[in-house]
């Protein structure tokens, strides 16, 4: 499977040797940064290009410039010539990416909402919404959504 996504537009114009740099170079871009290239309309003097960045573990993003110019660095190095027209899609972390038990017992407090209050509001046991909000059970993204946006009402 190709790192690149449509990568048959960009066959037509490249040998194999070149489509295996472009490969390589676009799986260190995946692997290091989550950044990721999907090759659109490709004809004679310019290709157009895609690039996305998912989510990170360190929570570091490229900003659109630099998305730009590191596919217009990848492509251009292997593809010199063309012009390299690029389409970004940066990352937006979630807004629930904020919260943890330090975040909930504050908005509590703010709100003065107590545990039992939250379990009958949304039907979540007690001991569930308890383990949450002192740190005994860990948080998946679905609970800080819950968290987020009842406690931001």
């Known amino acids: 499977m190709s790192v690149i996504q449509n990568i048959s537009e960009l066959e037509k114009f490249l040998n194999s040797e ?8 676009a799986a260190r871009h995946k ?12 004809d004679e003097g ?4 895609t690039t996305a960045q998912g989510e990170t573990p360190s929570g ?6 630099t998305l730009i110019k590191r ?23 979630s807004p629930a990416a904020i919260v943890d038990t330090l975040w909930i017992e504050k908005k509590m407090q703010e709100k003065g909402v107590r545990i ?6 949304t ?7 308890s383990d949450w909000v002192t740190g005994k059970r860990s ?3 679905i609970v800080k959504a819950l968290f987020y946006f009842y406690l931001s009402k």
């Open 139 to 141: 948080m998946g993204q």
């Open 60 to 65: 570091k993003y490229a900003s659109e410039s």
């Open 31 to 42: 692997e290091q940064s989550n950044i990721s290239f999907t090759a659109g309309s490709a």
């Open 116 to 121: 039992k209050q939250i379990a009958f509001d």
């Open 123 to 129: 039907g979540v046991d007690r001991t569930s919404i």
């Open 71 to 93: 596919t217009e660095d990848l492509f251009r190095k292997i593809i010199p010539g063309y012009k390299i027209t690029v389409t970004t899609q940066t990352h937006l972390p």
């Open 46 to 49: 310019e290709i157009q290009i």
């Open 18 to 25: 070149q489509i295996l740099k472009l490969e390589k170079a």
